[in-house]
């Protein structure tokens, strides 16, 4: 009878576990930790520092194919060859989360804006 008398402690408890457990995030993705600098990222800023550096590579994203935003598929390898290009990390052709699409979907905004830049000073 004790027993019956201390169970609703012990659910309480339980309970207080249990959403401990499902509130805490596990490991963060590292596809997702590769991306994450897109947050804070300028890619005005960022090309400009580029180019002043003299580094007319363009960004592309690995997907099942290499895409490099701003740039016709026809014309992708003129650019290739003639400016180079830097693989963004962090992007596959599969999404992993809603966190992972979301900076996946602003990988591919922040290389159409840094690479309508380059691309006026390496032309194919």
């Given amino acids: 009878m004790r027993l019956f008398r201390n169970y609703p402690v012990i659910i309480v ?10 509130s805490s995030s596990g490991p963060i993705d590292p ?3 590769k991306l ?14 580029a180019v002043k550096k003299q580094d007319y ?3 592309g994203i690995a997907g099942r194919t290499v895409n490099i935003p ?3 598929k026809e014309q992708t390898l003129d650019y290739e060859e003639t400016c180079g290009v ?3 990390e962090g992007i596959s052709d599969v999404v992993r989360s809603n966190e992972h699409l979301r900076l996946m979907q ?6 159409l804006k840094y690479n309508a830049i380059i691309k006026t000073h390496c032309q194919p």
């Fill in 70 to 72: 701003g740039i016709s």
């Fill in 57 to 59: 590579r363009l960004l």
């Fill in 36 to 49: 994450q600098w897109l947050d804070a990222a300028d890619p005005q800023a960022d090309a400009q520092q």
């Fill in 31 to 33: 596809y997702v930790q």
């Fill in 86 to 88: 830097q693989l963004i």
């Fill in 106 to 111: 602003k990988a591919r905004s922040y290389a």
């Fill in 13 to 22: 408890v339980s309970c207080l576990l249990l959403a401990s457990c499902a």
